[in-house]
Every structure is written in C-alpha cells, then in structure tokens.
C-alpha cells in the first residue's frame, strides 16, 4: 500500500498523463496536460523539493497554456458560409469550428457548368467534389446509368485508397460545389489526421446514404407498382 499511498499526487500526475495521450481532441488533450503538470509540481515541490522538475513542468504548462489560447482564438474566429454551415450539419458535426474553417480553406468553392468532367472511368480522380447544389450524372461505357444530386460526393472512392473511378461523372447544370484537391487530402492524412479524419467520417456517411438509397430503390423494383 505505501506504493500507492506515499506518492498518490505522483500517481495522479502520472494518471493525467496517460489520459491526455488517449484524447482525441487537441483541446483535451493539452487539459490533461496541465493537470498533469500541476498536479506534478505540487509532488515535486511539496513532497520531494525537486526545484528542477518545478521548472520543466512550469515551462510544460507555459507552452500548453498558450497553444490552449491559441486554439480557443482559432475556433472563436471561424465563420461559415450558408452553404458551408449546411454541409458541417450533414457531414462535419464533429471536430471544433477552427478544425472545420482549415478543411474548408484547404479547399475551394467553384460554379461548374453543364458538360464539366468530374470523373472519367479508369482514372484517378483529381478532385474529390460535393455538390452544393444542382446535378451531375455518370455514365460506364457511354450508358448513362444515373444523376447524382445535392448534398453527396463524387469520387469519394478513389480517394480512399489508389483506385480509379468506376464511371465518368459530369455535371448536368450549373452547379456549386466544393472540391478538395487529391494531392492535399494525401498530405492531409500524414501531416494532420484530424482534418483528414473529418473527411473521411464524411465519406463514409455518405457512402451509407447511398447505399441506402440503392437498396430502396431495388426493393421498389422487386416490388413493383403498388
């Protein structure tokens, strides 16, 4: 027992430690920190007199008190778009405001009109596209096989690993989207994982959508008319 006991506010600044490195959100992340090292200034001054590791946990909680302030400016600063605030309420409920304003930046908003190529069968797409609004279709070996409508993403799949499209996908009339760049999403997923991850829980809800939608629509044809 005198392990647990003698040094229980070592134990704890330990414990503080550990939790932080399971945080998935930055913010939480830093707290647990500073717990941490408070908690493991009043061991080392109190119980031991260690001025030295005083010092290196103030300077700790220095640097996190500060990138804590940083990103609590960050995330007060964001601001969204009408149609922006319409695709976080769809696909990007998770993150923080400062997180969603960089995936968007790292993007961009663009008019496309009837006839522009989104996709072509057999290459990788460049862009991973979200149809604000208006319409795109796609065809497999020129059969046009279906439309594409606002709210989902063409050429999530190819951007999930290192396949290519499955169809040519085209815009059908003028239409606002928001496209992001292939090669940024791949720097994204080694250099920042949480952007990347919100574009990834996007992907995969829409995907579901789709799915869903593909299965109605399959069981209203084994059904027939009513």
Same mark, same amino acid.
């Given at each position: 027992m005198g392990f647990l006991t003698d040094g229980l506010v070592g134990h704890l600044s330990y414990i503080f430690l550990i939790v932080s490195s399971l945080m998935r959100r930055m913010m939480l992340l830093r707290l647990f920190l500073v717990a941490s090292a408070v908690t493991g200034? #009043?061991? $080392?001054?109190? /119980?031991?007199? +260690?001025?030295?590791?005083?010092?290196?946990?103030?300077?700790?909680?220095?640097?996190n008190v500060v990138q804590i302030a940083l990103l609590w400016h960050r995330d007060r600063r964001a601001r969204f778009s009408d149609e922006e605030r319409r695709m976080i309420a769809r696909y990007f409920r998770g993150g923080t405001p400062g997180h969603r304003r960089a995936l *968007? $930046?790292?993007?961009? /908003?663009?008019?496309?009109?009837?006839?522009?190529?989104?996709?072509?069968?057999?290459?990788k797409p460049r862009w991973l596209?979200?149809?604000? $609004?208006? !319409?795109?279709?796609? &065809?497999? +070996?020129?059969? !046009?096989l279906g439309e594409i409508g606002p709210g989902h *993403?063409?050429?999530?799949?190819?951007?999930?690993g290192e396949?290519? #499209?499955?169809? $040519? #996908?085209?815009?059908d009339v003028p239409t606002r989207v928001w496209r992001i760049d292939r090669d940024k999403l791949d720097r994204l997923q080694d250099t920042n994982p949480d952007l990347f991850g919100l574009v990834a829980a996007a992907i995969a809800l829409d995907l579901r959508?789709?799915?869903?939608?593909?299965? &109605? !629509?399959?069981l209203e044809v084994a059904l027939g008319p009513a």
């Open positions: 200034i #009043a061991y $080392d001054w109190i /119980w031991l007199g +260690n001025v030295v590791g005083v010092f290196w946990e103030g300077l700790l909680i220095a640097v *968007f $930046d790292h993007g961009e /908003w663009v008019d496309l009109e009837p006839g522009h190529g989104l996709t072509w069968q057999g290459e596209t979200y149809l604000s $609004d208006g !319409r795109a279709h796609y &065809t497999v +070996n020129g059969v !046009r *993403f063409v050429g999530e799949m190819s951007m999930l396949t290519t #499209a499955t169809a $040519d #996908a085209a815009i959508a789709k799915m869903v939608a593909s299965n &109605t !629509r399959a």
